[in-house]
């Protein structure tokens, strides 16, 4: 790809709105995992007793195992999240981006 083909899609709206768009997003989403993970590492340091509580009866399942578990879930979901917006929005405009670069 030549140097005016690069200036071109660099200057095009679709593709400074595509940036701004996914950069936000992957930010936003990096932001909430790093905020719930390390809420739980806070947890884990500072407060274990309320890790240990048994909110199952008489189980041997403590509290923190559907906490960490739960962590791992909203790990997934914000992925979920990522690649319904890359499938919709990102692409459609990752596409009027390409018709410019031919």
């Known amino acids: ?4 083909t690069i200036d071109r899609i660099k200057a ?3 593709f400074q709105q595509l940036v701004k768009k996914r ?3 992957a930010w ?3 932001a909430l995992m790093l905020l719930v993970y390390y809420a739980f590492i806070m947890l884990v340091a500072f407060a274990p007793s309320v890790l240990s509580i048994r909110p199952f009866g008489d ?3 403590t509290l923190g195992v559907p906490m960490g578990v739960s962590i791992i879930v909203f790990a997934f979901l914000l992925t979920g999240i990522y690649v319904y917006k890359a499938n919709t929005e990102f692409d459609k405009l990752s596409e009027k ?4 670069a031919k």
Do not use: A, T
């Open 97 to 100: 981006v390409r018709e410019l």
């Open 59 to 61: 189980s041997i399942v």
């Open 23 to 25: 950069s936000r997003l």
């Open 28 to 30: 936003g989403l990096s």
């Open 1 to 4: 790809m030549d140097q005016s």
């Open 12 to 14: 095009d709206p679709n």
